[in-house]
């Protein structure tokens, strides 16, 4: 059962209600001989115009009503930000305490706030666009935990039924959230497609087994309501990127087998037309040395991962090796692993080994390797780059290949527009923790 998409507004406080109009029923029309606003007053059907008295006591009412709806969607936006201020700030705590004293990751922290930094002058408009937007809806509830919320970016063209990407965001499963998706998705929506950036419990909210499921409360919501906000749910597909693309691919499998032994399911495997793995790792057992010597310490990561026990449970390469799990692979859609040549945080090996996984049990897999791109380059500092960008162009030549008008649309798309100075680019490419 999944909550409603929308709940009614509260009770309007005295102070905030409307002004009441002495006339029953209004209704009002644009005459189509002179375009003067004319009222009609109880269904009558007198052609003699109302004085505008009448009609300026509406305008006033519903200007009333638009201030008190902007006073209380502020009052809410305020509300949920101090209270997911507070739930960081919390965590925040008990996350430097697991950390300790550590000359790997307070490097790290400092790398990232010249990353940061350096990258602001986007940052920034991307910001203003995410909270400004009309185009965006933030925060829509998909389950009962704190971080079961979604951002939808909706297209500015409402015609017909749309195609869905799903986007779980990465963030080494301790600083991941939604809002990191904001700049894929209000590109995308620029080329018809609904984006959903689905939020999930970080460590130590949650470990692995808390992110995977919320990860697939949010895909079932969007695959049994997006047709609500103008999505095809014959059109869905499933993108991660880095813990978000481990996540997803865990989620995903999960799902698959589950439907393999006819268990209980909310969505279906088949609801998603294909799978994006951007710069993930799928092979736990191949990642924890790496991340130990980049900082994400073994101890840590283990907490994370809830143990060594656990690797091959979230391990999606090494799942496939399970005969029931290997026989679930067919219901897989199509997968498409992208992976830079050049990233350090994941090495590009992760794709290919989990590709050779899936080739091995029969699902349908394409490896893209992008020559000396990093970790941050394909979502990142491309993105922020405009122009063109061979990833997003891969993404949506994909998405589009069955409807050719979207495709005529996509080869007369304007570049997308430069966000950060080229030299502020090349400097957060040299100083980038990731």
């Not at 940061?116 to 937007?133: E, H, I, N, R, W």
């Not at 790792?281 to 840590?300: A, K, P, Q």
Request: net charge neutral.
């Amino acid at each position: 059962m999944h909550p409603p998409l929308e709940t009614p507004p509260p009770q309007q406080p005295e102070r905030c209600r409307p002004m009441t109009s002495t006339v029953s029923e209004i209704e009002e029309v644009i005459t189509p001989e002179d375009s003067e606003r004319t009222t009609f007053l109880n269904g009558s059907s007198s052609t003699e115009p109302v004085r505008r008295r009448v009609s300026g006591k509406s305008t006033v009412e519903g200007g009333s009503r638009r201030i008190c709806r902007r006073q209380q969607s502020f009052g809410r936006d305020i509300g949920h930000a101090a209270a997911e201020t507070y739930l960081i700030t919390g965590l925040s705590f008990k996350l430097l305490r697991y950390l300790g004293v550590g000359y790997r990751w307070i490097m790290k922290l400092l790398a990232l706030t010249c990353y940061a930094m350096l990258l602001m002058p986007g940052f920034l408009q991307v910001a203003y666009m995410y909270f400004f937007s009309s185009q965006v809806r933030r925060s829509v509830v998909y389950g009962d935990q704190p971080r079961n919320r979604l951002d939808l970016y909706l297209p500015s063209n409402s015609d017909g039924k749309k195609p869905v990407v799903v986007f779980v965001t990465g963030g080494a499963w301790i600083i991941g959230y939604k809002a990191w998706g904001s700049l894929l998705g209000m590109q995308l929506a620029e080329r018809d497609i609904i984006v959903a950036c689905v939020d999930y419990r970080n460590f130590p909210q949650g470990t692995i087994s808390d992110m995977v499921t919320d990860a697939s409360q949010g895909i079932s919501f969007v695959c049994n309501n997006i047709s609500a906000f103008g999505g095809d749910p014959n059109r869905i597909y499933l993108m991660g990127q880095s813990a978000g693309a481990h996540i997803a691919a865990c989620a995903l499998l999960e799902q698959a087998t589950k439907e393999s032994k006819g268990e209980s399911i909310s969505w279906r495997v088949s609801q998603i037309k294909a799978y994006f793995g951007l710069s993930g790792g799928y092979n736990l057992y191949n990642l924890v040395d790496h991340f130990h010597n980049r900082g994400l310490y073994r101890s840590i990561f283990l907490s994370i991962m809830e143990g060594e026990e656990s690797f091959e449970k979230f391990s999606p390469e090494v799942r496939l090796k399970d005969p029931i799990v290997g026989k679930a692979a067919s219901m897989l859609p199509p997968i498409m692993l992208f992976h830079g040549s050049s990233d350090y945080s994941i090495p590009c090996d992760a794709s290919k080994t989990f590709a050779d996984s899936l080739q091995a049990v029969g699902a349908k897999v394409e490896l893209i390797l992008y020559n000396g791109k990093t970790h941050t380059d394909l979502f990142l500092q491309d993105p922020l780059r405009g122009g063109k960008d061979e990833l997003f162009d891969d993404i949506v030549s994909v998405i589009h290949a069955e409807d050719d008008d979207a495709l005529a649309k996509d080869s007369l798309a304007p570049p997308r527009k430069r966000l950060v100075p080229e030299l502020l680019l090349k400097l957060a490419r040299e100083v980038s923790p990731f």
